[in-house]
């Protein structure tokens, strides 16, 4: 089946850093990933959809200038979580479709003190 | 609005047993669905989907059950083992925004017991 990775799996950064959560598709190409974010216990909630060539669109409620999202390319789309506080530690996931079925990677883990 | 849900928030079998998770959705025009198991700590696992002019789909020890007359999906486990203790989605192709979006239902743990 088709492979997502993400990196890093799991990141403790100090409150007003950024940090920056890559996802690969590894042997397909994908000109749109979706984030999605995690509460424990919780499903998983959709955030913003990743277009490789355009700009991200965002759920209502998620703060673009706080969740920066690049699709540098086919294969790789970027989420950066900016001036990071402890509220928006979370499980983070991002998925690719590859024909109808979409693939998750593996997560990330994000912890802010 | 369209949701998709689950009865069962968890679910408890004996190893060998057969395991079956329900899933409830309420948008009559979904044409796709999937299964998708989530370890601890994980991503979820595609285990199988299903096309909405099926009524039944099978794989390795799972089958997948689509009642479009109730809206209503299930999945299940044949022989279940200790290795199937997760968090089971089901999921349902979005249809609004994107087309490739994905809408989840709320999950069921299942704790496979010794």
């Known amino acids: 089946g088709a492979v997502v990775s993400q990196h890093p799996s799991r990141v403790i950064c100090k409150s007003g850093t950024s940090v920056k959560i890559e996802c690969r598709s590894l042997?397909?190409?994908?000109?749109?990933m979706f984030w999605y974010r995690q509460f424990p216990k919780q499903s998983l909630m959709l955030m913003a959809t990743?277009?490789?060539?355009?700009?991200?669109?965002?759920e209502q409620g998620v703060e673009k200038d706080k969740f920066l999202i690049n699709h540098a390319s086919l294969t790789l789309s970027t989420l950066t979580v900016t001036s990071a506080h402890p509220e928006d530690s979370s499980f983070y996931i991002c998925?690719?479709?590859?024909?109808?079925?979409?693939?998750f990677g593996p997560g990330t883990r994000l912890l802010v003190l | 609005g369209e949701s998709v849900g689950l009865h069962l928030p968890t679910l408890s079998v004996q190893e060998g047993d057969n395991s079956i998770i329900n899933c409830a959705y309420s948008n009559s025009a979904s044409d796709y669905f999937i299964w998708y198991k989530q370890e601890s700590g994980k991503g979820p696992q595609f285990i199988i989907d299903?096309?909405?002019?099926?009524d039944k789909r099978q794989g390795q020890r799972v089958t997948v059950l689509l009642n479009k007359t109730v809206k209503h999906l299930s999945l299940q486990i044949a022989a279940t083992q200790p290795g199937d203790s997760a968090v089971y989605f089901c999921a349902e192709k979005g249809l609004t925004g994107s087309a490739r979006q994905l809408t989840f239902g709320s999950g069921t743990q299942l704790t496979v017991l010794p």
């Open positions: 990743s277009n490789e060539g355009s700009k991200a669109t965002y």
């Open positions: 042997d397909f190409q994908a000109t749109t």
């Open positions: 998925s690719a479709p590859n024909l109808e079925t979409q693939y």
């Open positions: 299903i096309r909405s002019n099926m």
